[in-house]
């Protein structure tokens, strides 16, 4: 069983940045492509942005050109770097691996 585990969200300034880590139990990203997904009160999820298993990347169009995904798989570890926030980027943020897997999620809040 592949276990996802969501690290690095947080209170932050509008305008600042935060590094979002997802950690996988075991090496998938050969096999699978991995996304960020986020959920805000009152919302449905919506995707932010995927990596394919070749390194493609996709954004929604909320945070092209703020966001940018990566993944080490030497560490097994799927970032997402968010700069330039937005109030209305605050949610709970998920990792998901082709939506088999997903992590337990962490809390972004961006606010002043």
């Known amino acids: 069983q592949v276990q996802l585990a969501e690290s690095g969200g947080g209170l932050v300034q509008p305008g600042g940045s935060l590094r979002l880590s997802c950690a996988a139990s075991e090496s998938i990203f050969s096999i699978y492509a991995m996304g960020w997904y986020r959920q805000a009160p009152g919302k449905q999820r919506e995707l932010v942005a995927t990596?394919?298993?070749?390194?493609?990347?996709y954004y929604a169009d909320s945070v092209r050109g703020r966001f940018i995904i990566s993944k080490d798989t030497a560490k097994n570890t799927v970032y997402l770097q968010m700069n330039s926030l937005k109030p209305e980027d605050t949610a709970v943020y998920y990792c998901?691996?082709?939506?088999?897997?997903w992590g337990q999620g962490t809390q972004v809040t961006v606010s002043s």
């Open positions: 998901s691996a082709e939506h088999r897997y």
């Open positions: 990596i394919t298993i070749d390194s493609s990347t």
